[in-house]
């Protein structure tokens, strides 16, 4: 059974091969390789004319005086130049797509940048068998080795994606860590709608890019010049290794660098893909006359389709746009943002920006639209991010770099400053005090000019920092501003008073001057005896006032005995008239009975004993006497 298969083998490839069902890459299983593309698919998927998307806006389409691109098939698509970054085509460029096999793009770059070319990478079992059945692969088997360089042509040329496996496992130690990099190096780029999950691109709802990111991403693969070998080589092959002892042939699955018939004048190369669920991808980069631009298509309604997208973008970006270069030179016209200090913003526009303390590349590379000219263009300086960008009616057509140290001391001198220079050496060449004088001030000047412009880029670094210090300070400065001001009007007011007593001395002196020593004499015993009589008269009323105190206490105590003489006089009358009483009350009970004896009631009773009564002695209790 296996003789009559091997017998009728060929002669079934030959009939296939005649009626042009198989492409001529896939005779490559005549030499026992095992290869199964991702174009078969592609080819096998249903090419349909003028999908609703065909109709889809194009958005650099409604760019005023924007030459008009031509409608494409795929739902999203860009065309950028790789130098400049301007956009020169956009239809639906932020829109999530699935990337299929261009996320290689990535892998590529990652491996490339965190990778040694001569490495060994050995295939582990994850790497070789957890790629889906029936996607792209070059029939690497566990414990094989190639270099890390053998590698990526690999996965550029053939899309091989147990070779990305191996790649991301030897150089992130896992697929997870390594996509994890894939990640951070898209952020990194500026891309805002990209997310992977695996390094080969076969499906998964998680995993997406859009238009816009994915021309960033080969923007900085280009920037590479091994990326740009491999995706330019048409054909490779890979020598026996230590498991597998024959030569195994491959070629570019990119058709403008590979296939006849659907080759591109200046095509640099690029990457395809394609899933049932993202449809065909592509990434194509090409150069002519010195302008780089790269085509993405994604989401396109077949492999063919996707090629004739492709060179419509190109075809239209050569022909109606161009580089240039423009000197990077200030002008009255150019818009600064990003600066608040109005003096700081008056220096820069009078800069000279080849010079400190500005440091940029002396010219920029623009895309002009074919009619504009660079005059037309639109100077931005944008301080926040370091960035002088040429637009045109709203789009950024080049940009630059620049850095600023906010450190004006080395700025050209003026004619007011180059005198004062000029009168500074020849004191300093005098070799006189004068000279070192004008050293000393002229370095703590400088001195003074660099603690402010270092305290000035401080600030404007960090802004909330200085705010708050500034307020803390201002907490700290207005009381003692207040207090100093306090301090300054007392000061005023006691030198006032002192102008005032040296004008009345002079005005003394003066008259003292202009009399005669009898005149002063008279006028000094004069004042003498004021002030004797002054003394007298002052010396009197402390007398009288002792005097009016001692009359106020005798007055008192003479109050005192009086109030109690009084209430002894009442108190002896009260006693009086109380015997009295008690005598007349028993001269008339003797009467009554006519005998002067005792009643009878009365006559077995006791006489009550008299009654003692103490008589108070009067006491002599004046001070006075």
Request: charged share 25%.
């Amino acid at each position: 059974m296996m003789k009559k298969g091997k017998f009728f083998l060929p002669l079934f490839l030959s009939v296939l091969l005649i009626c042009g069902l198989v492409p001529l890459q896939s005779l490559a299983e005549d030499t026992g390789e095992e290869y199964v593309d991702d174009a078969y698919s592609e080819e096998t998927e249903p090419e349909t004319e003028h999908l609703a998307a065909y109709y889809d806006e194009i958005q650099s389409n409604n760019i005023p005086n924007w030459p008009q691109g031509d409608p494409v098939n795929a739902e999203t698509a860009i065309l950028m130049d790789a130098d400049t970054g301007a956009i020169l085509y956009a239809k639906s460029i932020e829109k999530q797509e699935y990337p299929a096999s261009i996320t290689k793009i990535m892998t590529t770059l990652i491996a490339l940048e965190k990778g040694n070319l001569s490495d060994v990478v050995t295939f582990s079992e994850n790497a070789v068998y957890s790629i889906e059945y029936g996607s792209s692969h070059l029939g690497l088997t566990a414990g094989e080795e190639l270099t890390l360089e053998q590698c990526l042509y690999g996965i550029m040329l053939a899309s091989a994606n147990e070779i990305s496996n191996a790649v991301a496992e030897h150089i992130g130690g896992d697929i997870e860590t390594f996509v994890g990099m894939m990640n951070e190096k898209a952020q990194e780029l500026g891309c805002t709608n990209t997310h992977f999950v695996n390094v080969h691109g076969l499906h998964d709802e998680n995993h997406y890019v859009c238009a816009k990111d994915m021309a960033l991403i080969m923007q900085a693969a280009l920037k590479n010049e091994k990326f740009r070998e491999i995706i330019g080589t048409v054909e490779y092959n890979f020598p026996e290794t230590n498991l597998v002892d024959e030569v195994r042939y491959f070629i570019n699955h990119h058709k403008m660098i590979s296939e006849e018939g659907m080759l591109y004048d200046g095509c640099i190369g690029g990457k395809n893909g394609y899933t049932d669920e993202a449809w065909n991808t592509l990434v194509t980069a090409a150069e002519r006359d010195g302008m780089t631009i790269i085509s993405v298509v994604l989401r396109c309604p077949g492999q063919y389709v996707s090629y004739d997208d492709t060179k419509v973008l190109l075809d239209y970006g050569f022909a109606n746009f161009h580089d240039a270069q423009i000197a990077n030179t200030n002008s009255a016209d150019i818009e600064i943002t990003g600066i608040e200090d109005a003096a700081e913003l008056e220096k820069i526009k009078q800069a000279d920006f080849s010079a400190a303390p500005f440091e940029m590349a002396a010219e920029t590379k623009v895309t002009l639209p074919a009619g504009v000219e660079a005059s037309a263009l639109k100077k931005t300086m944008d301080f926040g991010i370091r960035t002088l960008s040429y637009s045109y009616e709203g789009q950024i057509l080049g940009s630059v770099p620049f850095t600023y140290t906010g450190e004006w001391e080395t700025e050209a001198p003026t004619e007011v400053q180059t005198e004062a220079v000029t009168e500074t050496e020849a004191a300093e060449s005098s070799g006189g005090v004068g000279g070192a004088v004008s050293g000393i001030l002229g370095t703590i000047a400088g001195g003074a000019l660099m603690l402010y412009s270092g305290m000035d880029t401080f600030i404007e670094e960090n802004t909330v920092i200085a705010c708050i210090i500034g307020a803390v300070l201002l907490l700290i400065f207005v009381p003692l501003l207040l207090v100093s001001i306090n301090r300054k009007r007392k000061y005023m007011k006691m030198m006032e008073l002192r102008e005032e007593e040296l004008k009345l001395r002079r005005q003394l002196e003066e008259e003292i001057e202009r009399k005669s020593a009898a005149q002063v004499e008279a006028e000094l015993r004069e004042a003498q005896l004021r002030q004797e009589l002054e003394e007298e008269k002052e010396k009197r009323r402390r007398q009288e006032k002792e005097l009016e105190e001692l009359e106020s206490i005798s007055d008192f105590y003479l109050d005192e005995e009086s109030d109690e003489e009084m209430s002894q006089k009442t108190s002896d009358d009260e006693e009086q008239e109380t015997r009295q009483k008690a005598s007349s009350g028993k001269d008339r009970s003797m009467r009554q009975n006519g005998t002067g004896q005792v009643p009878p009631e009365t006559a077995g009773e006791q006489e009550p004993e008299d009654e003692y009564i103490e008589v108070p002695v009067e006491e002599d209790e004046n001070p006075l006497d």
